[in-house]
């Protein structure tokens, strides 16, 4: 069992900074590959990055590649998403999630824990 609490989102200007803590608890994180996506007003679940249980393996969307750097501290139980250069489009609620798949993977579906979600505002 994993319950999952994001934090840091806010207003940032275009061009900006910040970064998402994602703080897990629960015996099962260690094993876990671990996402974050985000869902604007009116659209449809994003995917953004996804990073493996070990933290060597990571992959991201094209909108981000470059921009934003997802990593783990398991010994803290925690979950970053660094995200640099920000633009208006990625304004969005930002969800990070947790899988027990071997790999990890772009599919909602295949995340079992999910967090509340925090605003991420980008002004131009």
């Known amino acids: 069992q994993v319950q999952l609490i994001e934090s840091g989102g806010g207003l940032v200007q275009a061009g900006g900074s910040l970064r998402l803590s994602c703080a897990a608890s629960?015996?099962?994180?260690?094993?876990?590959?671990m996402g974050w996506f985000r869902q604007a007003p009116g659209k449809e679940r994003e995917f953004v990055a996804a990073?493996?249980?070990?933290?060597?393996?990571?992959y991201y969307a094209d909108s981000v590649k470059g921009r934003f750097t997802i990593t783990r501290d398991n010994a803290k139980n925690t979950v970053y998403l660094q995200m640099n250069s920000l633009k208006p489009e990625d304004t969005a609620v930002y969800c990070c999630?947790?899988?027990?798949?071997?790999?990890?993977?772009?599919?909602?579906?295949?995340?079992?824990?999910w967090g509340q979600g925090t605003q991420v505002t980008v002004s131009s």
């Open positions: 990073i493996n249980w070990n933290g060597r393996n990571t």
């Open positions: 999630a947790a899988t027990s798949e071997m790999s990890i993977t772009t599919t909602p579906g295949q995340y079992d824990y």
């Open positions: 629960g015996r099962t994180f260690r094993s876990d590959s």
